[in-house]
C-alpha cells in the first residue's frame, strides 16, 4: 500500500492523535505528492475528498479508480473536540470502507 496525496502539506495533528487511539503512530509519516507512474502499475487507486477523484490522471483500463467522498480533515474547523470529532469520523469511515474493500480483492 502506498499513500500520497494531490497537494502535498503538513501532516495533521488531528490525524496522528485519532491513530494513535488506534495504536498505529503516524507521527514518523510525511505527506507526499503522488507518483502516477507507480500509480499506473497499481491493482486500485482510491481517491478521497473533493477534487482529488477530478486531479487524478488517466490511468490504464486495468487498475481499478475508487473514489470516496469524504470530508476533508484539513478543511474541518471547530473547538479542538470538534475537530478531533470530524477526523475520528473520517478516520472510522476510511476503516470501513477499507475493511468492505478486502474482500474484493483477494
Request: charged share 25%; hydrophobic share 40%.
Amino acid at each position: 500500500a502506498h499513500s500520497a496525496g494531490m497537494e502535498p502539506s503538513q501532516l495533521n495533528p488531528y490525524a496522528v492523535r485519532v491513530m494513535q487511539e488506534k495504536g498505529i503512530d503516524i507521527s514518523g509519516q510525511h505527506s507526499k505528492a503522488g507518483d502516477w507512474d507507480l500509480a499506473r502499475q497499481m491493482d486500485v487507486v482510491i481517491t478521497l475528498c473533493g477534487h482529488a477523484n477530478e486531479s487524478c490522471p488517466v490511468l490504464p483500463p486495468e487498475v481499478k479508480r475508487l473514489h470516496w467522498p469524504l470530508e476533508d480533515p484539513a478543511a474541518a474547523k471547530g473547538t479542538d473536540a470538534e475537530l478531533m470529532a470530524t477526523v475520528r469520523h473520517i478516520r472510522d469511515q476510511i476503516e470501513s470502507r477499507v475493511r468492505d474493500l478486502l474482500p474484493t480483492l483477494r
